[in-house]
């Protein structure tokens, strides 16, 4: 399984879950490019946030929606508190 992490503040790590969030927008039938169109970003800057993992809360917020996400938390907000 592919993960990224980062480290927000100094008190929670995010870990997205790309292979995950892959296989969703598969599963939608829907091509990276199409959601990269629908939440407003070129397909290139979408491939390099998928590479590595780094989505803002509105890109991930569309993306949910786009996707009909019933729970987004387990792609993007799996999360460890150290």
């Known amino acids: 399984m592919l993960q990224f992490s980062y480290l927000i503040g100094k008190e929670m790590t995010i870990v997205i879950n790309v292979n995950r969030l892959k296989g969703e927008i598969v ?5 990276q490019k199409q959601v990269a169109d629908a ?3 070129s397909d290139r ?3 390099a946030r ?3 993992g ?3 809360t509105n ?3 569309k993306i949910a929606i786009i996707l009909g996400l019933k729970n987004p938390w387990d792609i993007f907000f799996t999360h ?3």
Not at 27 to 31: D, L, V
């Open 54 to 56: 780094r989505f803002n």
């Open 50 to 52: 998928l590479k590595n």
């Open 39 to 41: 939440i407003g970003i």
């Open 59 to 61: 890109q991930i917020e």
């Open 80 to 82: 460890e508190v150290t």
């Open 45 to 47: 800057a979408f491939r």
């Open 27 to 31: 599963a939608k039938g829907m091509t």
